[in-house]
């Protein structure tokens, strides 16, 4: 009991949850280990994966960004848009990406530079961007000429779809990132306290610039690669997902009050929460109670983590 | 013997840990009772058990003859207890008076009794001579005068015990005094006071008694405290003698390292200029709001400068931002190390490594081999007591965390000029010693040091000259030989002809 407790509670315990729990489901849910359902549920979530990379990054400055949903919106948008009036797909995968850079640079000048706070900042700029992105289509579906673009979801290497490979070249690459570079370590400074990292020679106000600016360049790829997926540039695409994002890096372990994060626990969490909605589809729950579920996941999680925290301060004292 | 509280063989432990062990005194009634011990010596404990926060493993508290059973600290406020913390527990939001009543507002079928509300608050301040207005709002209080306020609640709730944690940690020399008369008026009164502090001065002015903690365990136990010395009370909280804890050595001085120029601020409108000299130790000493934290962050650049310039070996030092001050080899350990100093979710190894990485980071990319090697080496040369360098900063006594920042600092190759604002509040007796030793290690090595620091004996005891600040101006200068407490007190005062005990 006493050293299960210890497990749980450890510094890897959502990593064993996670294991049981897909041990758990592989055996009860029929059809769900199998190699198609598996590479369907990699899919399904390589949006929210991607994007969650670098919303680690914003949760571990201590910032916040709602508006990736809309700039994944509006970048994927752009990426069909652009590609279809020039006709070149590299061009238009260019100038979603440089959006949803400018997007991002946005955020952060204003919350970095002008010290407006990032959830009142980002709440304006996820409303704004998402106009732009109904405006620009006037609130349709545009189709994507050619069939090219398809290829960028369609195309499989080793038998994996392409998106999927560039979610797990994003994981690798960010936690990198976040541990061996000195952008990463004065990421976790800047949100272990900012004064601090500020007084000891970190830049703070570029630093922070440049972490909404990665926020946005990101949602960009995510946007062109959903695009791809469904065929269109949707300016009601991803609707939510910036909640989606936010829940699987704090399942993941990262503190909103910043200074904590680890790459591994942001995949766990967005398997997670990946494998709650494909359990759900599998097994026929009405669409309406994965809400509840993924709520109630996300729920749990934020105890466990304080209890860990509370677990961790007894043994020290 | 009849004493109106006692610890009778109190023991709390935790995990890991003996915070307090078989822990037995007593307090006379109408008595200020000291009760000292260095950082983890078990003092916070002994006050966590009292205030009923935590309940003691084993041993009793008695009020009055009675074995105390409570286990809250609402039930130790029925009891007459009132613990007064470091981190006062007021809404800032509301008045004076509201806060007085806070959890028991005298009302009327749910609706406000304004009128009571003000009245007796009224009363009662006059009573134990608080000169505060009842219908302020708390956020436009001095700490000073919230602490007045936190003491004036006690006094409301009748409170048989008041402890003081640290109580003049941040106040003014001025709002001490008015502390201490009415820690005077109350113990008139008949309360007992259980004052828990650092500061030898003020114990020994104040407290009629004394207990000595240490490891947890009574050191020593002085029902009167005419009848012994500081030095004896510094030797049974550190366990080992310590003649004097300044241990001052006499350096040579060199060329002038540091030229500071008209600098000024927002919050330090007049100029200030001054110099340093290498191997040379220059104090700061003002009063609380006489400026010279202000002027600190203005030299380091942390806040923006309105005019000034800093030279440091005849080279101007890019204005305005940390970055440039730390490769121009200026280096600040700021005031306030939690808020200002550590990063306190990372290890103690990040911690040190934070600044100077980027000399030995390629593209960026971090070493974690030579960050590892950077800290060991701190870790042994400044004595850091740490279980690991993976240890997270927090965990770590005031005096280590001071260790750390200095240690982030010296692992920068090249520091010239070494700011540091109190660079010993909050840190214990031994630790003290060793940092003032690495300052002199430091200084004879060629650094300009600049030591800020609101304690007078420190100020006098670790430098080689002093500049007293005043209403935002440096007002007198004093050389070493020169040092006298009396004057530089009164030129710290902004009237000079204010009278000094």
Known sequence: ?317 | MSDFLQFRALSKGYPGVQALADVSFGVARGAVHGLMGENGAGKSTLIRLLSGDQRADAGDILIDGSVQTYASVRDAFEAGVIVIHQELQLVPELTVAENLWLGRFPARAGVLDRKRLLSEVGARLRDVGIDVNPSAKVASLSIGERQMVEIAKAVMLDARVIALDEPTSSLSSKESEILFSLIARLKARGTVILYVSHRLDEVFRLCDSLTVLRDGKLAAHHPDLSRITRDQVISEMVGREITNIWGYRARLHGEVRLKVENLSGDRLPRPIDFEVRAGEILGFFGLIGAGRSEMTRLLFGADSRRTGRVVIDGRAVAPDSPPASIRAGLVLCPEDRKHDGIIQSRSVEENIAISARRLFSPFGLVQPRKEAELADRFIGQLRIRTPSRQQDIVHLSGGNQQKVILGRWLAEAGVRVLVIDEPTRGIDVGAKSEIYALLYDLAAAGMAIVVISSELPEVMGITDRIQVMCGGQITRQFERAAYDEREILSAAFPDTRQSLP
């Open chain 1, 1 to 317: 009991m006493q050293s299960l407790k210890k497990i749980l509670l450890g510094e890897q315990g959502l990593v064993v949850i996670f294991a049981l729990a897909f041990v758990l489901v592989s055996i009860t849910v029929p059809n769900f280990l199998t190699e198609r359902n598996m590479l369907g549920l990699l899919q399904s979530v390589v949006t929210i994966g991607i994007v969650s990379c670098t919303m680690m990054f914003c949760l571990a400055s201590r910032d916040f960004d709602l508006s990736v949903g809309s700039t994944v919106a509006f970048s994927g948008m752009v990426a069909v848009m652009a590609s279809n009036s020039t006709g070149s797909i590299l061009l238009g995968l260019l100038a979603a990406i440089t959006c949803g850079a400018i997007v991002g640079v946005i955020n952060g000048v204003v919350i970095a530079r002008f010290r407006i706070n990032a959830l009142i900042t980002t709440l304006a700029t996820m409303q704004i961007v998402r106009g732009f992105a109904l405006i620009s289509s006037d609130g349709r579906a545009v189709g994507i000429n050619d069939p090219a673009f398809y290829d960028l979801a369609l195309t499989r290497i080793l038998g994996v779809p392409a998106p999927v490979w560039v979610m797990g070249l994003f994981f690798v690459l960010f936690g990198f990132v976040l541990n061996r570079t000195v952008f990463g370590k004065n990421t976790l400074a800047i949100g272990g306290n900012p004064e601090a990292a500020r007084l000891a020679g970190v830049n703070v106000v570029t630093m922070r610039i440049w972490i909404f600016a990665l926020q946005g360049l990101v949602c960009g790829v995510a946007g062109i690669l959903l695009a791809s997926r469904i065929t269109s540039g949707q300016p009601n695409a991803a609707t939510g997902l910036e909640l989606s994002v936010i829940s699987a890096c704090v399942l993941g372990g990262v503190s909103l009050a910043g200074g904590r994060a680890a790459m591994t626990g942001v995949i766990v969490g967005v398997l997670i929460m990946g494998i709650a909605e494909n359990v759900m589809n599998l097994l026929n729950i009405q669409a309406f109670y994965q809400y509840v579920v993924r709520g109630m996941i996300l729920l749990l999680a934020v105890l466990l983590d304080n209890l860990r925290v509370s677990a961790a301060t007894m043994s020290r004292r």
